[in-house]
DNA sequence: GTCAAACTCTGGATTAAGTCTAAAGCCGAA
DNA sequence: TTCGGCTTTAGACTTAATCCAGAGTTTGAC
C-alpha cells in the first residue's frame, strides 16, 4: 500500500526489519483500532514466525517514535490508533468497536483555558449505538 | 460518616455486612479514583481479615447495581468514581491523579446529535498538568 | 431457640495481558 | 571473515483480575 513505508520508518528513527515493516504495514493503515494481541493475530496469519514479545517490542517503539498513539479508552482494553491528528472517539456499546470522530464534528469551548490547569491535550469520548448501516458485527463479542 | 450507610445500600438492592459496609464506606465518600487494590490496601488497614475477592466482588456489584461508575482512563487503571452526575475528568500527566471537572466547566456542541449515531453518553477527558497549589503530591508514583 | 436454605466470605488456583531475559540470529563495516 | 551491535525468539516471570469450592453467617419458619 503505502509506497516505501521503510522510508517512512527511517525518517522516524526506526531501522526497519521484516518483522517491523510487517507490523507496520497493518496498523498504520488500519482504523480498527486493534489491540495488542489483534496485532499478533493479524500479522502473525501473514508472517507465522513471529513472537509475541516482538509485537509488543515494536508497538511500544512506534508508540514512542511518534507514528502510533497509544488509547485507554474502554474496559481493559489498550489499543493503537494510527490517526496522529486530534480527534475524538466513540464506542459502540453492542460491538465493543472504537472509532474515530473528526475534531471539527464537535466543539468544546476551550478547555485549555480552565482555571488552575495546564491543559495539554483533551478529547471527547463518547458511548452509545451506531445506528442503521449494515449492522454487521452485532454480536461481535 | 453517612448518616446510615446501611439503608443506602439496603435502597440499591444489596445486603449489607460487615465488610460491604466498611468497603462503601470508603469509596463513596472517596473523590480519589482508587483502584481496585488501592481500595483493598485501604480498607484492610481498618478490617483486616478481607480479602480481594470480597473486595472485587463488592466493588462489582455497586458498579452493577448503580452506586459507583468503573473509569478506564489511563494506562492499565480501573478506577472507581461514586460521583454519579455527568462530569469531565482530568488526568494529571505528573502524578497520574484523576480529578473531577464540574460539568459546566466546559460546554460542548451537542454530540447526542452526532450523525448516525445514538450518543448516550460522553465526557471530555483532559490531560496535563494541575498548576500551583500547595503541590503535594508531586513525586507520588 | 433450632434448623435448614440461602447468601457471603475466604484463600488459593487460574487466567490473561504484558514485560523481562538469555541465547541465538542477522547484518554491515573493517 | 570476523566482530560488534542490533533484533528476534521462546519461555519464564509479573501483575491484575476472576474463578472456585469449602467454610462461615444470616434469615426466616417452625
Given at each position: 500500500?503505502s509506497?516505501?513505508?521503510?522510508?517512512?520508518?527511517?525518517?522516524?528513527?526506526?531501522?526497519?526489519?521484516?518483522?517491523?515493516?510487517?507490523?507496520?504495514?497493518?496498523?498504520?493503515?488500519?482504523?480498527?483500532?486493534?489491540?495488542?494481541?489483534?496485532?499478533?493475530?493479524?500479522?502473525?496469519?501473514?508472517?507465522?514466525?513471529?513472537?509475541?514479545?516482538?509485537?509488543?517490542?515494536?508497538?511500544?517503539?512506534?508508540?514512542?517514535?511518534?507514528?502510533?498513539?497509544?488509547?485507554?479508552?474502554?474496559?481493559?482494553?489498550?489499543v493503537?490508533?494510527?490517526?496522529?491528528?486530534?480527534?475524538?472517539?466513540?464506542?459502540?456499546?453492542?460491538?465493543?468497536?472504537?472509532?474515530?470522530?473528526?475534531?471539527?464534528?464537535?466543539?468544546?469551548?476551550?478547555?485549555?483555558?480552565?482555571?488552575?490547569?495546564?491543559?495539554?491535550?483533551?478529547?471527547?469520548?463518547?458511548?452509545?449505538?451506531?445506528?442503521?448501516?449494515?449492522?454487521?458485527?452485532?454480536?461481535?463479542?
Open positions: 500500500m509506497p516505501n513505508l521503510s522510508q517512512r520508518l527511517k525518517d522516524s528513527g526506526i531501522q526497519p526489519s521484516a518483522q517491523r515493516l510487517a507490523v507496520a504495514q497493518y496498523v498504520l493503515s488500519t482504523d480498527d483500532h486493534p489491540s495488542a494481541d489483534q496485532v499478533l493475530a493479524k500479522v502473525q496469519s501473514l508472517v507465522p514466525m513471529l513472537s509475541r514479545a516482538t509485537v509488543y517490542n515494536t508497538l511500544n517503539l512506534f508508540v514512542e517514535k511518534g507514528l502510533l498513539k497509544q488509547l485507554v479508552l474502554a474496559e481493559g482494553k489498550v493503537f490508533d494510527p490517526v496522529l491528528s486530534p480527534h475524538h472517539h466513540f464506542i459502540d456499546d453492542d460491538t465493543g468497536r472504537i472509532e474515530d470522530v473528526p475534531w471539527d464534528a464537535i466543539r468544546v469551548s476551550d478547555p485549555a483555558r480552565l482555571e488552575g490547569y495546564d491543559v495539554t491535550e483533551y478529547m471527547v469520548v463518547m458511548r452509545g449505538r451506531k445506528l442503521g448501516g449494515p449492522r454487521k458485527l452485532q454480536k461481535k463479542r
